[in-house]
C-alpha cells in the first residue's frame, strides 16, 4: 500500500514517540501543580515551547500550546479580531481558498458580531497578491489571515510580500502554516501570528500551536485556569507539546534535503501524469507549490471513482482536504480559482510524505494513475 495522503495526516515518527513517551508515563504531573512532579512537566513545557519558537522564529512567550491547527486558526482569527473591537476595528481580510477553520471562523465573526469580512481575489493558481491586500486594507482593519500554502492545491503565498504590506499598514498578519511547516522556512516570514499542526509533521493528532507576537491583543476563546498565559485555559498536553517541538525540529533539520528529493519526484510524477492521461490539468501554481503536493483534475471522470480505482491498486490519495470529507460539494478552493463545477468534482491529490521511495515511484505511480483513469472513465 503507498500512502500518499500526507496533507491530510502523518504518520507519528518513532524518534517523536520516544521523545514522547516519558510525559505519558513517569513525567505525568499536572504543569501547573506546585509540587515536584508538576515542576517536571512544567520544566519539559517550557522547553517544548522554546523549540517551537525557535523554529518559527518568535519568543518562547509567543508560543501558545493548542489541540490542533484547527483550534489555532479559530484562536488567531476570533482571538486578535475580537480583542480589537473595543477600539472600533471590526474589518476582516481573508482569501476564498482558506481552510474551513478560517472561512468558519470568519462567518461566526460576521454573523454574531457585525463583524466585516472582505474577501481577497486569487488567480487561476490560487495566488493573492500584495496589491489586493493593499486595496483591502481599510483604517477598521484588525486581521489580514491568509494560509501560507494551501491544503488542496499547495498554492504557496508570497508571504514575505503580504507581511511587508501588513506591517506598513499596521495590521496584524495571520499565516496558517499548517500545510507549510517542515517543508518551508517559517522563521522569517514577517507575520505576527502563526499556525502549526503535530499531526501533519509526524506527532500525533491532537497538538498544534498558534504562535503570536507579543504586542498583538488577543482574546481567549477557552476560560478557565488561566494556562497559557490566559490565552488558551485547560491543562496542557505536555506529551504532546514535546512531541510537537521534536517533530518540528526534525523536520527543520532535514528540510534541504527532503525537500530536494521530494520535490524533484513530484515534478517527475506530474509531468508523467499531464503527459500519460488525456484531459489531466495540474490545478494550483505549476512553480510555487509545496514539493510533495500534486492536485489533479481529470475531466469526464469522477473524482471518487479514481480514487477508488487507485486503492484497489494500493494507492491511498484523497479529493481534497480531509476536513470536508463526505460533502458532495465541489471544492470551494478550485471554485475560487476558476474551475468550473464539474470540472472541480474530478479532483485528486497526491500528497507525499518525506520518506525515502524507489528510484521509479514516480514511473509506476504514473501508470497506476493512468490505469485508474481509464478504469474510472468505463
Known amino acids: 500500500m ?48 522554546a523549540r517551537v519558537a525557535r523554529v518559527l522564529g518568535m519568543r518562547a512567550g509567543d508560543v501558545v500550546f493548542t489541540a490542533g491547527g484547527t483550534e489555532a ?36 465573526l460576521k454573523r454574531f458580531h457585525s463583524v466585516d469580512v472582505t474577501l481577497l481575489p486569487v488567480d487561476t493558481g490560487g495566488r493573492i497578491s500584495a496589491d489586493a491586500v493593499t486595496a483591502a486594507i481599510r483604517p477598521d482593519t484588525a486581521l489580514v489571515s491568509v494560509g501560507h500554502a494551501n491544503n488542496e492545491i499547495g498554492t504557496v503565498q508570497d508571504a514575505a510580500a503580504l507581511s511587508a504590506v501588513t506591517r506598513a499598514a499596521r495590521v496584524p498578519l495571520h499565516l496558517d502554516a499548517v500545510q507549510s511547516a517542515g517543508w518551508l522556512p517559517l522563521h522569517e516570514l514577517g507575520a505576527d501570528a502563526v499556525s502549526i499542526a503535530g499531526h501533519k509533521l509526524g506527532a500525533p493528532k491532537g497538538i498544534g ?27 496542557e498536553n505536555v506529551a504532546g507539546a514535546v512531541a510537537l517541538a521534536t517533530a518540528l ?9 527532503v525537500t530536494a528529493r521530494v520535490g524533484s519526484a513530484t515534478a517527475r510524477f506530474i509531468s508523467l501524469v499531464l503527459n500519460s492521461v488525456p484531459e489531466a490539468a495540474l490545478t ?11 492536485s489533479f483534475t481529470f475531466a469526464g471522470t469522477s473524482g471518487e471513482s479514481v480514487l477508488l480505482e487507485l486503492e484497489r491498486r494500493g494507492v491511498i490519495s484523497s479529493s481534497g482536504s480531509a476536513c470536508a470529507a463526505g ?52
Open 209 to 235: 500551536a498558534l504562535a503570536v507576537r507579543g504586542r498583538v491583543p488577543i482574546e481567549p476563546l477557552l476560560h478557565g485556569g488561566g494556562q497559557e498565559r490566559g490565552r488558551r485555559s485547560g491543562t
Open 2 to 49: 503507498l500512502y500518499l495522503d500526507h496533507a491530510a495526516t502523518s504518520p507519528v515518527r518513532p524518534e517523536v514517540l520516544e521523545a514522547m513517551r516519558p510525559y505519558l508515563t513517569g513525567v505525568f504531573g499536572n504543569p501547573s501543580s506546585h509540587h515536584t512532579a508538576g515542576e517536571a512537566a512544567a520544566s519539559a513545557l517550557d522547553e517544548a515551547r
Open 284 to 294: 494550483g501554481d505549476a512553480v510555487r507549490r509545496l514539493p510533495g503536493t500534486a
Open 73 to 108: 486558526n479559530n484562536l488567531a482569527v476570533k482571538g486578535i479580531v475580537l480583542a480589537a473591537l473595543e477600539a472600533g476595528r471590526r474589518h476582516l481580510v481573508i482569501s476564498p481558498i482558506e481552510h474551513e477553520s478560517i472561512l468558519e471562523s470568519a462567518e461566526y
Open 249 to 257: 525540529e526534525l523536520a527543520e533539520q532535514e528540510r534541504a534535503t
Open 327 to 378: 460533502s458532495d460539494e465541489p471544492s470551494h478552493v478550485l471554485l475560487a480559482c476558476g474551475v468550473p463545477a464539474e470540472v472541480a468534482q474530478t479532483s485528486v491529490r497526491f500528497t507525499f510524505g518525506r520518506e525515502e521511495l524507489p528510484e521509479d515511484a514516480p514511473e509506476r505511480l504514473a501508470a497506476l494513475v493512468a490505469e485508474s483513469v481509464r478504469a474510472a472513465r468505463g
